[in-house]
């Protein structure tokens, strides 16, 4: 008996200890959200400006107006007002004000603040207001898959918006109002207010006025060509930087479609870093780095920048012929040596490269620019690309990744390498956001460039990007000379597949250029999807290229200086 008493004593006594300290918060929480009702009181969301402070996303001043049915105390008249400035139904907002199933109750979002003074005017018991304010885009459609945009709630759902809405979105505060166990407002009480903390404001890389600049680019290319698509991104080879980010269609971020959400989603996907492709002849830069890197290293198997590829228009791999594009325009095909190559786009030469570096050594060069693998971008929805795993890879297969084909990359991840290639070797992570500051213009964080890792050496830098100034001065990326401007490049066309099979008519035209070719400060990679008529990387990317580095020339204000020879 006594050792049952005792025990059950204990169950009491711990069950006492529990309630009084343990759920002691808890329970007083709860007891405060008895005696009070509140008002939210929203968080101003941080800007988001670009690397100039242009504005890009801010706030509208909004209201939203709530009602404590409890509280109100004449409905008619309240209703009436209500109705007549708000411009609803009077029985729809008598309904609301008469609904004591709730204990709060939204009567209508985004008042406009000549609203919000009227009802502030009057004395109706059981009516408040909070401000809620509504996201706005100076510049419509400008970057709207990189900025992204926001929920109903004003929570960020995509783009900058998203990734960084920590930051932007700040911290809620409430107005608690004392009331009796029906939520009447107490009278004599004091009203608690909890103030809301505004969210930071984020700084882009990005330019506007480039971006602004390419966009348009871009467009004219769309409609010219009746492509399916058409893209670009312009980085900072010397950072990794951001400056414009174009994908076309898109739509404007003040007007977003939220009722056809195949449509949103299509339109606000941000294919330069989600989606993949087959980069066809671009990725030559890729593949000339790593064979010039290995003859500097004594690599018995590397070509030499000098060595004569044979004149035949045809590589047999496994069974498989693989031709020069030139045969299909009656072109012809000479010895030729790694510049020639790479001025002539041929891809039996880029099979003898990777054929004679062996898939080991290559596949270490693709690990170092990272293909198959995350660039590090701060964006959300980062694609890794396509690789063949080494084990399981053929002969053929292997041979047609040294000119494009068989590997699928994202556009950001061949900008990054082509970047690094020439930039000295030097393979950042990307970015889109350089700093987060306070309205009083304190910076919190900054977002500094940070090295990967390397590629090749500068000297096979060096010489890589003397050969694909060539290409631009000399050979099939003609259409993006600039006259007194050391421009570089590679053109590229690549035929698409659809069920496994090669689409018939169907192509992706590109051009990844950059400048100074000696000092690289501005890249730019074009993608043209499915043009209609001529599908060339030369005749439809290049030229947008072209008036890309044009618009930054006028922009920046850059002088122009002497070519090499």
């Not at 290559?362 to 929805?381: H, P």
């Not at 043009?531 to 947008?544: N, R």
Request: with cysteine; charged share 20%.
């Amino acid at each position: 008996m006594l050792a049952a008493i005792a025990f059950l004593f204990c169950i009491f006594l711990g069950r006492f200890f529990y309630i009084q300290v343990i759920w002691e918060d808890e329970l007083h929480y709860l007891a405060i959200d008895q005696w009070t009702r509140e008002i939210p009181v929203n968080a101003g969301r941080g800007k988001i400006v670009d690397r100039n402070g242009e504005l890009l996303a801010g706030n509208r001043a909004q209201y939203s107006i709530y009602a404590r049915a409890s509280a109100v105390d004449n409905a008619e008249a309240s209703a009436q007002f209500l109705s007549e400035a708000l411009g609803e139904s009077y029985a729809a907002i008598f309904d609301k004000l008469t609904d004591k199933s709730k204990s709060e109750i939204v009567i209508a979002r985004r008042a406009e603040k000549d609203t919000i003074e009227r009802v502030a005017g009057t004395e109706m018991k059981g009516v408040y207001y909070a401000r809620n304010d509504a996201r706005v885009y100076p510049h419509g459609a400008l970057a709207s898959q990189l900025i992204g945009f926001t929920a109903y709630d004003r929570s960020g759902t995509t783009g900058v918006e998203g990734y960084y809405n920590s930051y932007l979105a700040g911290e809620n505060g409430e107005i608690l109002f004392e009331t009796d166990l029906v939520g009447v407002d107490l009278k004599g009480a004091t009203a608690a207010y909890l103030p809301a903390t505004d969210g930071l404001n984020v700084r882009l890389t990005l330019d506007y006025r480039i971006q602004a600049v390419a966009e348009e680019v871009m467009g004219r290319a769309l409609a010219d060509n009746e492509a399916k698509a058409a893209r670009a991104i312009v980085i900072d080879p010397s950072d990794f930087s951001v400056l414009a980010m174009v994908n076309l269609p898109s739509y404007d971020l003040n007007e977003i479609p939220r009722d056809d959400m195949k449509t949103l989603n299509a339109l606000s996907r941000n294919c330069l870093v989600s989606d993949v492709y087959e980069p066809g002849s671009t990725f030559k830069i890729v593949t000339a780095a790593a064979d010039i890197e290995e003859y500097l290293r004594g690599n018995s198997r590397a070509l030499s920048p000098d060595h004569v590829f044979s004149s035949s228009r045809i590589r047999t791999v496994d069974g498989t012929n693989i031709r020069c594009w030139s045969d299909h325009k009656n072109g012809k095909h000479s010895n030729q040596t790694l510049a020639e190559a790479l001025n002539n786009s041929c891809n039996p030469c880029f099979v003898d490269i990777a054929l004679a570096l062996g898939k080991e050594t290559f596949y270490d060069y693709l690990a170092a620019f990272r293909f198959g693998r995350a660039t590090g971008v701060d964006f959300s929805g980062e694609s890794i690309g396509m690789l063949l795993p080494e084990s399981t890879l053929r002969d053929c297969d292997f041979a047609r990744i040294g000119f494009g084909q068989s590997i699928a990359v994202t556009p950001l991840q061949l900008a990054c390498a082509a970047a690094s290639a020439v930039n000295g070797g030097y393979y950042y992570a990307p970015r889109v956001v350089s700093e987060i500051y306070s309205d009083d213009g304190l910076v919190r964080e900054t977002l500094k460039k940070t090295l990967v890792g390397r590629t090749v050496s500068e000297k096979a830098s060096a010489m890589l990007s003397g050969m694909l100034e060539g290409v631009v001065r000399d050979g099939s990326g003609k259409k993006a000379y600039i006259e007194g401007y050391r421009v570089a490049g590679k053109t590229g066309t690549a035929q698409k597949y659809e069920n496994g099979v090669i689409a018939q008519g169907k192509y992706v035209s590109s051009f990844i250029g950059y400048f100074p070719a000696d000092q690289p400060r501005y890249l730019a990679l074009v993608i043209v999807d499915e043009p209609k008529g001529s599908y060339y990387g030369s005749t439809v990317a290049a030229p947008c290229a072209k008036e890309i580095f044009e618009g930054i020339i006028e922009i920046m204000n850059i002088p122009p200086q002497e070519a090499t020879s």
